[in-house]
């Protein structure tokens, strides 16, 4: 999932009229002062919903202020300590500050735990002369936001209806509040998409289909399922799926399933008949993407936006805790006849065969949904993010 860094086409030509313009300023006598580079600060660490709107952040950062500086706040449990790291960016590790859940003796520790977080994360901030600070949720998003509170404008991105407590918090006293989605509990909140990777937005599945098989060793011609249950992976999506791989090959389906670094997946095989590929972890989403024909997966915020700006087909299964956001984030894609719901504890082997195989293997069924996705979302979420997280630290360095 590495991107590409500064250095595009468009940030070739940005250079070039900027240096243009300064030249002609030059030549007239009156020289300009060329804006000092800005320091953006991201605070989206712990799972691959939170990082991943922050590197698609960074990167468009990058595409418009080719000098500028982009740090990374996280953890050291998290998916951060890789992900960040190879897509080329700094990582600076704070304290976690994890919400208990339940009324426990961690609860009586969280003050202490919230101002150590909070002190070690001013540090950071004052170190790299921070002119931003972008949160996209979580529990390194809450110390951000308390640090930077007074000291450095703060951007607040909420990928869900139900806004977390970090949210809630840092919108108090954020410069700008913006949502992926209309509705959400924020007050004020600019609706603009989330971040996605130009490598997602820009996928152009037809081309890549061969490619992307061939990486995965896939059939070439089989129709193809993608399975995956988030960055670790779902257990129940796991043994339903895994469960029903004799209808799959019965039906001659491909299935390429992601069960999580953390758990192992014993799937039968049957000699002659398409491969079913189980992996730990999809490196390349979207090659993984150009390889499907239809996903079935959980529908975070981020899993959505993907899946619906490719125009893949998909069975949504809604994580069965939390606040029910799962369900709504699926929601206008069900709506739009682009994707199919079904509750987690429905999901089984033979609801599978009797669902899913049947879909994957109807080729003019799913032209009709791949078609219904088209509109769905904000392609261009990520420059218009970074257009107002660029305002808010230049008028800092006014």
Avoid: W
């Amino acid at each position: 999932m590495t991107e590409a860094r500064p250095g595009d086409a468009d940030a070739s030509r940005a250079q070039s009229q900027v240096g243009d313009t300064v030249e002609g300023s030059r030549a007239e006598g009156s020289p300009e002062r060329a804006k000092p580079a800005p320091t953006v600060v991201v605070a989206g660490g712990g799972t691959a919903g939170h990082i991943e709107p922050a590197m698609a952040l960074a990167d468009a950062v990058m595409r418009l202020r080719p000098d500028a500086r982009v740090v990374a706040l996280g953890t050291a449990r998290g998916l951060e300590t890789r992900l960040v790291p190879e897509r080329g960016y700094e990582l600076e590790l704070i304290p976690p500050v994890p919400m208990p859940r339940k009324p426990t003796l961690d609860l009586l520790k969280l003050p202490v735990k919230v101002a150590d977080s909070v002190r070690r994360t001013r540090q950071v901030l004052d170190r790299v002369n921070a002119d931003v600070v972008v949160g996209f949720g979580g529990y390194v998003s809450l110390p951000a936001y308390l640090a930077a509170r007074g000291r450095v404008p703060i951007v607040v991105h909420e990928a869900n209806q139900h806004a977390g407590l970090a949210n809630k918090v840092g919108a108090r006293f954020a410069a700008r509040v913006v949502a992926a989605v209309p509705g959400t509990s924020l007050p004020g909140a600019e609706v603009v998409g989330i971040p996605l990777r130009r490598s997602i937005t820009a996928l152009d599945r037809k081309s890549l289909r061969a490619e992307a098989r061939r990486h995965f060793g896939l059939d070439p011609d089989a129709p193809a399922l993608l399975v995956f249950g988030g960055s670790q992976g779902a257990r129940s999506i796991n043994n339903a799926v895994s469960q029903a791989a004799k209808h799959f090959a019965d039906a001659g389906v491909s299935v390429l399933h992601a069960h999580g670094p953390k758990n192992t997946l014993a799937v039968q095989e049957f000699p002659g008949r398409p491969p079913y590929v189980p992996v730990p972890y999809l490196e390349r989403m979207d090659l993984a993407y150009a390889a499907a024909d239809l996903v079935l997966c959980r529908s975070g915020a981020m899993t959505v936006a993907e899946v619906s700006a490719v125009g893949l087909p998909a069975v949504f299964v809604p994580l069965p805790h939390g606040n029910g956001e799962q369900a709504l984030n699926a929601r206008p894609a069900v709506d739009a006849g682009a994707a199919l719901l079904v509750p987690d504890q429905e999901l089984t082997s033979d609801k599978v065969a009797e669902l899913v195989v049947p879909l994957v293997t109807d080729p003019e069924r799913l032209a009709r949904m791949s078609a219904a996705a088209v509109g769905l979302g904000h392609k261009e979420a990520d420059e218009v993010l970074a257009a107002m997280v660029l305002e808010q630290a230049e008028g800092r360095r006014r």
